[in-house]
């Protein structure tokens, strides 16, 4: 459960994050801001390269973030773009999300009116995750 103010706070920390984005290349900014179960808010920001495959997405910058704070249990996740229609998380971000939430709820926001709001179950149906790591003798 997230509050309108938790809500408000995250989507501010997305939208300032994806103003710091560096994308020099793509010119598509990206900001994402998680917030962990005990209220904290972790923000980051795509980072390109000029080795095209080393970018880094906003919300993988993010849950990395809260976990070298040392904080594994995502309550919510928020992505922003600068844009007229929202922008769901790319498959691997996906991924990575599920290693620490499978239930998450992703919602995604812009400068218009529309907002996306989904499981990550939903976005990633019949995830390989940690659970699926079982020992073979
Ligand atoms: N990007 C993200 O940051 N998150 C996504 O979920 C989709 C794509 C970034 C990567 C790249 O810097 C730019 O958007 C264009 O693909």
Do not use: W
């Amino acid at each position: 459960m997230t509050t309108d103010d938790e809500l408000e706070r995250l989507i501010q920390a997305a939208r300032a994050a994806a103003s710091r984005a560096y994308c020099p290349y793509s010119r598509f900014p990206v900001g994402a801001a998680v917030m962990t179960s005990d209220g904290a808010i972790f923000s980051g920001c795509n980072v390109e390269n000029a080795s095209s495959g080393l970018t880094i997405c906003a919300e993988r910058s993010a849950v990395f973030q809260a976990i070298a704070a040392g904080k594994q249990s995502l309550r919510r996740v928020i992505i922003f773009t600068p844009t007229p229609t929202v922008t769901a998380p790319c498959g691997a971000c996906r991924q990575v999300l599920n290693e620490f939430s499978a239930d998450l709820l992703v919602t995604s926001v812009c400068d218009g009116p529309q907002r996306l709001d989904c499981r990550l179950s939903e976005l990633l149906p019949h995830a390989f995750g940690p659970a699926n790591l079982v020992a073979i003798e």
